[in-house]
């Protein structure tokens, strides 16, 4: 495997770049984006016990923000909660959008290795297609070595842009996919907590012994 990387010639470096460049991040986005991660269960819950008790402190919304990404826009609303509905939906609002931008990072990257790596493939066959006619200008076509050469690489690259970018890409749409369905909840959650603090909906603690 290792020779026939090398006759790939030099474009299969940022080949194997982009490769490596998928798989830490596709590990990292997994181990970040897990529902208990982003989406502690019982976390609404254990914010309304709070608000019963009249125990939400400064203390306890820090702990809260650095819980989890929900936590943080949890926080932002309760933090808030005392100035009218509008201004808490502003504060969950500008909360949820860094907490999706944090969702998203490195996903991008794996769009623009998905579109790269193909285009990469290509100018390796260019480069190897051009090793072949330059060899059959000098030597003819008597040279098979040489012109397997140029034709192997140009297949090499190729066959490589592509094994990296199909996975790529399917990666891509798998966390994009996961981001959206992660917001969905998280915003249904806040909603949620708007509701029960200005009296739109059933207290938290009943809603959740319903469900």
Not at 63 to 77: Q, V
Not at 85 to 92: L, T
Not at 114 to 138: D, E, R, S
């Amino acid at each position: 495997m290792f020779e026939l990387l090398i006759t790939g010639g030099w474009l299969i470096v940022p080949l194997l770049i982009c490769s490596v460049a998928v798989v830490v991040i596709s590990i990292e986005r997994y181990i970040s984006l897990r529902t208990n991660k982003v989406l502690p269960e019982n976390l609404l819950g254990k914010v309304w016990v709070w608000l019963k008790e009249r125990d939400v402190t400064k203390d306890k919304l820090i702990e809260l923000k650095n819980s989890s990404p929900l936590g943080k826009i949890l926080a932002a609303g309760l933090s808030n909660s005392g100035h009218g509905r509008e201004v808490m939906k502003d504060s969950i609002e500008e909360a949820a959008n860094q907490v999706i931008h944090d969702l998203d990072r490195y996903i991008t990257i794996l769009g623009t290795v998905a579109a790269i790596a193909p285009l990469i493939g290509l100018l390796g066959t260019v480069v190897g297609m051009i090793k072949v006619f330059t060899a059959i200008m000098i030597e003819g076509t008597g040279n098979a070595g040489v012109l397997a050469g140029g034709i192997s690489e140009a297949l090499i690259t190729t066959a490589a842009g592509l094994s990296v970018a199909i996975p790529a890409l399917v990666l891509h749409r798998y966390f994009e996919r996961r981001v959206d369905t992660l917001v969905i909840e998280m915003e249904d959650q806040a909603v949620k907590l708007i509701d029960a603090l200005h009296g739109d909906r059933v207290p938290l603690a009943e809603e959740s012994k319903t469900q």
